[in-house]
Protein backbone atom coordinates (compact mmCIF):
# COMPACT_ATOMS: atom_id res chain seq x y z
CA UNK A 1 0.00 0.00 0.00
CA UNK A 2 1.56 3.41 -0.74
CA UNK A 3 1.82 5.51 1.80
CA UNK A 4 2.89 9.59 1.43
CA UNK A 5 3.69 11.29 4.27
CA UNK A 6 4.37 14.82 5.11
CA UNK A 7 6.25 16.90 7.62
CA UNK A 8 5.57 19.46 9.67
CA UNK A 9 1.55 18.43 9.86
CA UNK A 10 1.25 21.77 11.56
CA UNK A 11 3.15 25.09 10.79
CA UNK A 12 2.91 28.40 12.12
CA UNK A 13 5.62 31.22 11.01
CA UNK A 14 5.86 34.88 10.09
CA UNK A 15 5.18 37.08 7.58
CA UNK A 16 8.21 37.50 5.74
CA UNK A 17 10.58 34.34 6.83
CA UNK A 18 11.47 31.32 4.77
CA UNK A 19 10.14 27.60 5.45
CA UNK A 20 9.99 23.98 3.40
CA UNK A 21 7.31 21.29 4.29
CA UNK A 22 8.43 18.03 2.94
CA UNK A 23 6.86 14.86 1.29
CA UNK A 24 8.59 11.64 1.99
CA UNK A 25 6.50 8.86 -0.76
CA UNK A 26 6.83 5.18 -1.01
CA UNK A 27 7.42 3.88 -4.61
CA UNK A 28 9.58 5.20 -7.25
CA UNK A 29 6.66 7.30 -8.69
CA UNK A 30 8.49 9.45 -11.77
CA UNK A 31 6.33 12.20 -10.42
CA UNK A 32 4.67 13.95 -7.47
CA UNK A 33 1.31 16.68 -7.16
CA UNK A 34 1.20 19.60 -4.75
CA UNK A 35 -2.46 21.04 -3.83
CA UNK A 36 -3.73 23.81 -1.92
CA UNK A 37 -6.68 23.57 0.11
CA UNK A 38 -8.57 26.52 1.58
CA UNK A 39 -10.96 25.87 4.70
CA UNK A 40 -14.24 24.92 3.18
CA UNK A 41 -13.22 24.78 -0.14
CA UNK A 42 -11.52 22.42 -2.94
CA UNK A 43 -8.38 21.17 -3.98
CA UNK A 44 -6.18 23.55 -6.25
CA UNK A 45 -3.59 22.30 -8.34
CA UNK A 46 -0.07 24.09 -7.40
CA UNK A 47 2.40 21.68 -9.26
CA UNK A 48 2.91 19.07 -10.88
CA UNK A 49 6.57 17.86 -10.77
CA UNK A 50 7.15 14.96 -13.69
CA UNK A 51 10.92 13.82 -13.35
CA UNK A 52 13.42 13.37 -10.96
CA UNK A 53 15.14 16.81 -10.66
CA UNK A 54 12.07 18.73 -11.67
CA UNK A 55 11.74 21.93 -9.85
CA UNK A 56 9.12 24.90 -9.93
CA UNK A 57 8.14 27.78 -9.45
CA UNK A 58 5.36 30.33 -9.07
CA UNK A 59 5.50 33.05 -6.96
CA UNK A 60 6.87 32.53 -3.76
CA UNK A 61 5.94 28.81 -4.06
CA UNK A 62 8.69 26.35 -5.22
CA UNK A 63 8.65 22.88 -5.48
CA UNK A 64 11.10 20.07 -6.03
CA UNK A 65 11.02 16.88 -6.81
CA UNK A 66 14.02 13.74 -6.00
CA UNK A 67 12.99 10.59 -7.27
CA UNK A 68 15.88 8.68 -5.55
CA UNK A 69 15.23 10.46 -2.25
CA UNK A 70 11.33 9.83 -2.87
CA UNK A 71 11.13 13.14 -1.28
CA UNK A 72 9.62 16.57 -2.86
CA UNK A 73 9.65 19.64 -0.80
CA UNK A 74 7.65 22.63 -1.07
CA UNK A 75 9.86 25.78 -0.03
CA UNK A 76 8.05 28.90 0.87
CA UNK A 77 9.93 32.26 0.73
CA UNK A 78 9.33 35.47 2.47
CA UNK A 79 5.54 34.42 3.57
CA UNK A 80 2.56 36.51 2.96
CA UNK A 81 -1.23 35.79 4.82
CA UNK A 82 -1.98 34.90 1.45
CA UNK A 83 -0.30 31.60 1.61
CA UNK A 84 -2.30 30.10 4.56
CA UNK A 85 -3.94 27.47 3.87
CA UNK A 86 -3.21 23.40 3.92
CA UNK A 87 -1.12 22.08 1.76
CA UNK A 88 -1.27 18.29 0.26
CA UNK A 89 1.44 16.54 -1.76
CA UNK A 90 -0.23 13.24 -3.91
CA UNK A 91 1.62 10.38 -5.16
CA UNK A 92 -0.12 8.47 -8.33
CA UNK A 93 -0.63 5.22 -8.20
CA UNK A 94 -1.36 3.29 -11.22
CA UNK A 95 -4.31 0.80 -10.58
CA UNK A 96 -5.87 -1.79 -12.65
CA UNK A 97 -6.83 -1.04 -16.85
CA UNK A 98 -4.43 1.99 -16.39
CA UNK A 99 -6.48 3.97 -14.08
CA UNK A 100 -4.74 6.17 -11.43
CA UNK A 101 -5.93 6.87 -8.41
CA UNK A 102 -3.80 9.86 -6.25
CA UNK A 103 -2.43 8.77 -2.77
CA UNK A 104 -2.31 12.11 -0.23
CA UNK A 105 -0.18 12.99 2.68
CA UNK A 106 -2.11 14.26 5.69
CA UNK A 107 -1.83 18.08 4.92
CA UNK A 108 0.42 20.29 6.39
CA UNK A 109 -1.80 23.31 7.82
CA UNK A 110 0.39 26.34 6.98
CA UNK A 111 -0.74 29.55 9.23
CA UNK A 112 1.01 32.74 8.32
CA UNK A 113 0.91 35.27 11.13
CA UNK A 114 1.51 39.36 10.49
CA UNK B 1 -13.36 26.20 -20.80
CA UNK B 2 -15.61 24.70 -17.81
CA UNK B 3 -14.77 23.37 -15.01
CA UNK B 4 -15.44 20.76 -13.14
CA UNK B 5 -19.34 20.87 -11.28
CA UNK B 6 -20.54 18.97 -8.30
CA UNK B 7 -23.89 19.34 -7.12
CA UNK B 8 -25.47 20.02 -4.16
CA UNK B 9 -22.47 22.30 -2.63
CA UNK B 10 -23.93 21.31 0.59
CA UNK B 11 -25.98 18.72 2.11
CA UNK B 12 -27.84 17.58 5.35
CA UNK B 13 -29.27 14.09 6.00
CA UNK B 14 -30.51 11.71 8.71
CA UNK B 15 -28.90 8.35 9.60
CA UNK B 16 -30.11 5.22 7.44
CA UNK B 17 -31.35 8.21 4.37
CA UNK B 18 -29.48 7.46 1.11
CA UNK B 19 -28.07 10.59 -0.98
CA UNK B 20 -26.76 11.11 -4.47
CA UNK B 21 -24.47 13.76 -5.64
CA UNK B 22 -23.75 14.40 -9.23
CA UNK B 23 -19.78 15.28 -10.95
CA UNK B 24 -19.62 16.96 -14.34
CA UNK B 25 -15.95 16.97 -15.59
CA UNK B 26 -14.37 18.81 -17.86
CA UNK B 27 -15.75 19.06 -21.07
CA UNK B 28 -13.89 15.88 -23.26
CA UNK B 29 -12.52 14.19 -20.17
CA UNK B 30 -13.78 10.81 -19.46
CA UNK B 31 -12.28 9.75 -16.65
CA UNK B 32 -13.83 11.11 -13.28
CA UNK B 33 -12.55 10.02 -9.61
CA UNK B 34 -13.93 10.11 -6.34
CA UNK B 35 -12.73 11.48 -3.11
CA UNK B 36 -13.65 11.21 0.32
CA UNK B 37 -11.82 13.92 3.05
CA UNK B 38 -12.81 13.69 6.32
CA UNK B 39 -10.48 15.37 9.38
CA UNK B 40 -9.71 11.53 10.97
CA UNK B 41 -8.44 9.74 7.49
CA UNK B 42 -8.08 12.36 5.45
CA UNK B 43 -8.14 12.36 1.27
CA UNK B 44 -9.19 8.39 0.57
CA UNK B 45 -9.53 7.29 -2.94
CA UNK B 46 -13.46 6.06 -4.06
CA UNK B 47 -13.63 4.90 -7.07
CA UNK B 48 -12.81 5.78 -10.65
CA UNK B 49 -15.11 5.88 -13.65
CA UNK B 50 -14.14 6.00 -17.38
CA UNK B 51 -16.39 5.73 -20.30
CA UNK B 52 -19.51 4.65 -18.21
CA UNK B 53 -17.09 1.80 -16.30
CA UNK B 54 -16.08 1.60 -12.93
CA UNK B 55 -12.60 0.62 -13.40
CA UNK B 56 -11.12 0.76 -9.80
CA UNK B 57 -13.01 1.11 -6.07
CA UNK B 58 -11.33 2.34 -3.07
CA UNK B 59 -11.90 0.34 0.50
CA UNK B 60 -14.93 1.75 1.00
CA UNK B 61 -18.24 -0.61 2.07
CA UNK B 62 -20.75 -1.28 -0.78
CA UNK B 63 -23.06 1.64 0.42
CA UNK B 64 -20.96 3.51 -1.59
CA UNK B 65 -21.80 3.06 -5.10
CA UNK B 66 -21.78 4.77 -8.15
CA UNK B 67 -22.01 5.06 -12.12
CA UNK B 68 -21.25 7.34 -15.24
CA UNK B 69 -23.26 8.20 -18.12
CA UNK B 70 -23.05 8.60 -21.24
CA UNK B 71 -21.94 12.37 -21.63
CA UNK B 72 -19.45 11.43 -18.63
CA UNK B 73 -21.38 12.59 -15.85
CA UNK B 74 -20.95 10.99 -12.68
CA UNK B 75 -23.09 10.08 -9.88
CA UNK B 76 -22.10 8.57 -6.65
CA UNK B 77 -24.57 7.35 -4.15
CA UNK B 78 -24.41 6.05 -0.25
CA UNK B 79 -27.20 3.95 0.95
CA UNK B 80 -28.02 3.70 5.09
CA UNK B 81 -26.10 6.85 6.43
CA UNK B 82 -24.36 6.49 8.92
CA UNK B 83 -22.73 9.49 10.85
CA UNK B 84 -19.08 8.90 9.70
CA UNK B 85 -20.09 9.40 6.30
CA UNK B 86 -19.96 13.04 7.42
CA UNK B 87 -17.65 14.45 4.76
CA UNK B 88 -16.10 16.78 1.91
CA UNK B 89 -16.73 14.47 -1.46
CA UNK B 90 -14.59 15.46 -3.93
CA UNK B 91 -15.01 14.33 -7.78
CA UNK B 92 -11.66 14.97 -10.08
CA UNK B 93 -11.86 15.07 -13.55
CA UNK B 94 -8.74 13.36 -14.93
CA UNK B 95 -7.18 13.68 -18.34
CA UNK B 96 -3.36 13.01 -19.51
CA UNK B 97 -3.14 12.08 -15.67
CA UNK B 98 -3.93 15.39 -14.46
CA UNK B 99 -6.83 15.58 -11.42
CA UNK B 100 -8.84 18.71 -11.88
CA UNK B 101 -10.83 18.96 -8.88
CA UNK B 102 -14.63 20.22 -8.28
CA UNK B 103 -15.97 22.60 -5.33
CA UNK B 104 -16.99 19.49 -3.16
CA UNK B 105 -19.95 18.80 -1.96
CA UNK B 106 -20.39 19.12 1.73
CA UNK B 107 -22.23 16.12 3.39
CA UNK B 108 -23.67 16.07 6.79
CA UNK B 109 -25.11 13.27 8.47
CA UNK B 110 -27.21 13.79 11.55
Known amino acids: ELKVEQNPLFLSMQEGKNYTIYCNYS?????LYWYRQDPGKSLESLFV?????AVKQEGRLMASLDTKARLSTLHITAAVHDLSATYFC??????????????FGQGTRLTINP | KAGVTQTPRYLIKTRGQQVTLSCSPI?????VSWYQQTPGQGLQFLFE???????NKGNFPGRFSGRQFSNSRSEMNVSTLELGDSALYLC?????????FGQGTRLTVV
Open chain 1, 49 to 53: LLSNG
Open chain 2, 92 to 100: ASVAGGLAF
Open chain 1, 27 to 31: TTSDR
Open chain 2, 49 to 55: YFSETQR
Open chain 1, 90 to 103: AEPSTLIQGAQKLV
Open chain 2, 27 to 31: SGHRS
